[in-house]
């Protein structure tokens, strides 16, 4: 029986509606899976618009207690913590599938660098704005990129504008205000990431693509790879 | 231009900017156009040299994919005609068959245009 260890980094607008259906599959699949769920975000009730949660709390830890009463063939565990270049290296080890559902460019590099530093890693990204979004799917196989790393075709990474929630923020740093988001949009994204979640878990090398990319309102997806 | 798509796009954009405010936007007519009308909103270009002389390329962003006779404008020309359509944001990486290219770059015939950007930043704007 095939091992796996995957870890949802984010659980809140995509990473909600990604968790229960991930757990379905892996709960009545052959693999052994072990399912971390690692945010440090509290679930609120502003949030209740579009995100799936039942209970007030640490997303992480609400969300790991709940799915444990469901799903008694995945180990599940949760991480009520922000990811951060302190604790990267203790949340994120060799052979990880990361799927990862945040909502910031900096966390989205920090994850990416530290999965390219793995011998072995396989990092599945989503994000969207408010109609449309996209997923990249990132492979690295005996320490070489299989699939480009998520910064090689979108730059705008390198040199991210937003925050990191887990950093500190000094002196007059802004606030950062939330970009509208919709429910239908990240349920979206988090499908995608499933669909690729169910050939990493029966055979990626079905996976004729690295980039899907969709649109609510013209109701499509074009899926793409790329060098 | 005012496709169908963009009339629904500018709608959704709309309601959004005011989701803080709480005022709804009036949603507008739908109008259908045609290509030849989206492309004559510059200056100085005629409909028939539009339809005769240029030469058709593959325009994408994100799901969104189309043939269009875009052969002579420049990527800025082009991102500025097509943002509503294709929703294409203005901080988008041009591409003309998979290389990065300027704004001033002239689209030659028979290529693919693609803007690209991953999704996702919270932080669109700050306040303070």
């Known amino acids: ?227 | 231009m005012a496709t169908n798509t963009n009339v629904a796009r500018k709608a959704v954009r709309a309601k959004s900017d005011c989701c803080s405010t709480g005022v709804s936007a009036p949603m507008p007519k739908v109008k259908k156009k045609n290509v030849n009308e989206l492309l004559t909103s510059l200056e100085g270009i005629q409909p028939e040299k539009i339809v005769t002389e240029r030469g058709k390329c593959q325009l994408l962003h994100g799901a969104n994919d189309g043939e269009f006779p875009i052969e002579g404008m420049t990527i800025a020309q082009v991102r500025k005609q097509f943002e509503n359509e294709f929703n294409i944001p203005a901080d988008a990486q041009a591409l003309i068959d998979g290389q990065e290219v300027s704004e001033d770059t002239t689209i030659k015939a028979s290529v693919t245009v693609e803007f690209i950007k991953i999704l996702g930043s919270k932080g669109v704007r700050t306040s303070e």
């Open chain 1, 1 to 227: 029986m095939k091992n796996m260890r995957i870890k949802v980094v984010g659980c809140g607008g995509i990473g909600s509606w990604l968790i229960d259906p991930l757990c379905t599959m892996l709960n009545y699949s052959d693999v052994k899976s072990e399912v971390t769920l690692i945010d440090g975000d509290v679930y609120e009730e502003k949030n209740r618009t579009r995100q799936n949660f039942t209970e007030i709390g640490a997303k992480a830890t609400v969300t790991a207690d709940r799915l444990k009463e469901r799903f008694d063939k995945i180990k599940i565990a949760d991480q009520p913590v922000y990811v951060t270049k302190n604790n990267i290296k203790l949340l994120i080890k060799e052979n990880d599938v990361v799927l990862l559902c945040v909502d910031n460019h900096k966390t989205r590099k920090l994850v990416s660098d530290h999965v390219g530093s793995l011998k072995n890693s396989i990092l599945v990204n989503g994000g969207n704005e408010y109609t449309d979004g996209n997923i990249v799917v990132c492979v690295r196989k005996n320490n070489k990129d299989i699939t480009p790393p998520l910064n090689k075709n979108h730059p705008e990474l390198n040199n991210p504008q937003d925050h990191n929630p887990g950093d500190k923020r000094t002196g007059c740093q802004a606030m950062q205000v939330s970009a509208p988001q919709l429910i239908a949009t990240n349920f979206a994204i988090a499908s995608l990431m499933l669909n690729s979640m169910y050939l990493i878990v029966n055979n990626l090398d079905d996976m004729k693509y690295n980039e899907v990319n969709v649109d609510i309102i013209i109701n499509q997806s074009r899926s793409v790879t790329r060098k």
